[in-house]
């Protein structure tokens, strides 16, 4: 297939935008990045992603895809032939799908919520959120992975990849508030696991750097707190 | 064939996603209500993180969370498919469910809320309910198509249950004029004889949330 017939509109700090491209990276399918500007939208965006003008979008033979795990299901669906994202069975399959909701539903928005500005109180209480939700998903790693390097068993597959993109900016959360999040004691399954997926080749070229992260964060904080000219 | 089971709740249109899709697929299932006000053990044994309805079981698996269910059962049991084979429609189609199921919160959080916070809601509402008719699939009497499917489904909630929400909050959104296509699916979707014949009493569903929105507003 043509490297031009498969496109990712995205930007480098985005989590969502890194979970298709680690599923094509795994399905061995090569795509161009458009990288967008940040503080403006590409006429191709807004064509793309009428509804919600938000990235990532998968342009695939010029007909787009909208919504990142949405997306991951889509290319495991089209390239079928490569090691699969979701698991064949369709319990385990449910269960998938149910863990991905809860991360993208209500964990990470308590992490997302650590960066926001209020009081002391207000960031103690989404930190015991965090904490809850880690053991959970410590709880389910072992339940999804039976005892293999992934929650997807041998092989990356939706769960990893769920989670996995949110690993950059838990990291850079940990570093602006100096707190652990994910910690060796509490969650060994996941530091073990985070530290593997990190590492992946389909996922280290597009794993955002902690410090570009903050770097980011600082930046952006600035430009919403600078006044309107 | 294993067990199939359903907790669910009455006034819950999640609880209804479940019902029409295994009507739809003509699979037999136990139902069992669950009081809201008083969940039974066995509910929070089966959903323990969420403690939430509807939750399905299969075989003494639970599987929880509603659109999560809706893939599940469309996996078991693929007749009567309510997403399409190809893949790029089906990519479409799970989009346009997610957007009922996000967007559609925000005829609850209406409900439940007062001043402000409720005309943001609505304001969300509205937009919602324009982003559809604006997107509606020309031509089709279903999202799905000539039969019901999986948008269609998770668009319940806006098809019976908004309605009775607007008389209790005291708005107008479903505006004929300004949602004509939506209207439209919204009479065909509830004529639907699967759907007809499984829709919960409007007249008690008002008497029943109107009482819930008192009681919010009564707490201190």
Redesign the interface.
């Given at each position: 297939m043509a490297k031009t017939d498969v496109k990712v509109l995205g930007a480098w700090p985005s989590p969502f935008v890194m979970r298709p491209r680690i599923a094509l990276n795994l399905k061995s399918v090569e795509y161009e990045f458009l990288e967008e500007t940040f503080g403006s939208k590409s006429p191709l965006l807004l064509q793309s992603n009428?509804?919600y003008k938000k990235i990532p979008v998968l342009i695939?033979q010029d007909?787009p895809?909208?919504?990142s795990l949405?997306?991951v299901?889509?290319v495991d669906?089209?390239w079928a032939s490569g090691p699969s994202l979701l698991p064949s069975d369709?319990?385990d399959?449910?269960l998938a799908?149910?863990w991905a909701?809860?991360i993208d539903d209500k964990w990470f928005p308590s992490v997302r919520g650590i960066a926001l500005p209020q009081g002391e109180e207000g960031k103690a209480e989404l930190m015991v959120q965090v904490f809850e939700g880690l053991a959970?998903l410590e709880d389910a790693f072992d339940k999804c992975s039976q005892g293999k390097a992934f929650f997807g068993g041998d092989k990356i597959g939706y769960v990893d990849i769920a989670l996995g993109s949110f690993l950059g900016w838990l990291k850079a959360t940990e570093k602006m508030n100096n707190v652990k999040l994910l910690d060796e004691t509490k969650n060994p399954n996941l530091v073990g696991w985070a530290e593997r997926f990190c590492s992946h080749d389909a996922v280290r070229e597009v794993m955002p750097e902690t410090d570009k992260l903050v770097e980011f964060a600082k930046m952006l904080r600035a430009r919403f707190k600078a006044p309107a000219s | 064939m294993e067990e199939v089971k359903l907790h669910g709740a009455w006034p819950s249109p999640f609880s209804y996603r479940i019902i029409w899709a295994l009507q739809l697929k003509g699979i037999p299932y136990e139902y069992v209500e669950e009081d809201l006000s008083n969940k039974s053990s066995l509910l929070l044994q089966y959903n323990p993180?969420h403690r939430k309805i509807p939750v399905f079981l299969?075989g003494g698996?639970p599987?929880?969370?509603s659109?999560?269910?809706l893939?599940?059962i469309e996996?078991?049991w693929p007749n009567n498919p309510l997403l399409p084979n190809d893949?790029?429609e089906?990519?479409?189609a799970?989009?346009w469910a997610?957007?009922a199921d996000d967007k559609g919160l925000s005829m609850w959080k209406m409900f439940r809320t007062e001043g402000n916070e409720q005309e943001k809601a609505r304001t969300e509402c509205q937009e919602m309910l324009r982003?559809l008719e604006e997107?509606w699939p020309a031509g089709k009497k279903f999202f799905g198509g000539g039969s019901i499917g999986m948008v269609d489904i998770a668009l319940g909630g806006v098809a019976h249950w908004l309605p009775v929400i607007e008389e209790i909050v005291g708005v107008n959104i479903l505006d004929p004029l300004a949602f004509p296509k939506l209207l439209k699916w919204i009479y065909n979707f509830k004529e639907e004889p699967i759907i007809k014949q499984n829709l919960p009493d409007q007249n008690e569903m008002f008497l029943f949330l109107k009482k819930q929105r008192e009681i919010l507003f009564l707490s201190p």
């Amino acid at each position: 297939m043509a490297k031009t017939d498969v496109k990712v509109l995205g930007a480098w700090p985005s989590p969502f935008v890194m979970r298709p491209r680690i599923a094509l990276n795994l399905k061995s399918v090569e795509y161009e990045f458009l990288e967008e500007t940040f503080g403006s939208k590409s006429p191709l965006l807004l064509q793309s992603n009428p509804v919600y003008k938000k990235i990532p979008v998968l342009i695939h033979q010029d007909k787009p895809i909208c919504e990142s795990l949405i997306i991951v299901q889509y290319v495991d669906e089209v390239w079928a032939s490569g090691p699969s994202l979701l698991p064949s069975d369709p319990y385990d399959q449910a269960l998938a799908r149910f863990w991905a909701a809860y991360i993208d539903d209500k964990w990470f928005p308590s992490v997302r919520g650590i960066a926001l500005p209020q009081g002391e109180e207000g960031k103690a209480e989404l930190m015991v959120q965090v904490f809850e939700g880690l053991a959970l998903l410590e709880d389910a790693f072992d339940k999804c992975s039976q005892g293999k390097a992934f929650f997807g068993g041998d092989k990356i597959g939706y769960v990893d990849i769920a989670l996995g993109s949110f690993l950059g900016w838990l990291k850079a959360t940990e570093k602006m508030n100096n707190v652990k999040l994910l910690d060796e004691t509490k969650n060994p399954n996941l530091v073990g696991w985070a530290e593997r997926f990190c590492s992946h080749d389909a996922v280290r070229e597009v794993m955002p750097e902690t410090d570009k992260l903050v770097e980011f964060a600082k930046m952006l904080r600035a430009r919403f707190k600078a006044p309107a000219s | 064939m294993e067990e199939v089971k359903l907790h669910g709740a009455w006034p819950s249109p999640f609880s209804y996603r479940i019902i029409w899709a295994l009507q739809l697929k003509g699979i037999p299932y136990e139902y069992v209500e669950e009081d809201l006000s008083n969940k039974s053990s066995l509910l929070l044994q089966y959903n323990p993180v969420h403690r939430k309805i509807p939750v399905f079981l299969h075989g003494g698996k639970p599987v929880c969370e509603s659109m999560v269910i809706l893939e599940y059962i469309e996996e078991v049991w693929p007749n009567n498919p309510l997403l399409p084979n190809d893949p790029n429609e089906r990519a479409v189609a799970r989009f346009w469910a997610k957007f009922a199921d996000d967007k559609g919160l925000s005829m609850w959080k209406m409900f439940r809320t007062e001043g402000n916070e409720q005309e943001k809601a609505r304001t969300e509402c509205q937009e919602m309910l324009r982003q559809l008719e604006e997107h509606w699939p020309a031509g089709k009497k279903f999202f799905g198509g000539g039969s019901i499917g999986m948008v269609d489904i998770a668009l319940g909630g806006v098809a019976h249950w908004l309605p009775v929400i607007e008389e209790i909050v005291g708005v107008n959104i479903l505006d004929p004029l300004a949602f004509p296509k939506l209207l439209k699916w919204i009479y065909n979707f509830k004529e639907e004889p699967i759907i007809k014949q499984n829709l919960p009493d409007q007249n008690e569903m008002f008497l029943f949330l109107k009482k819930q929105r008192e009681i919010l507003f009564l707490s201190p």
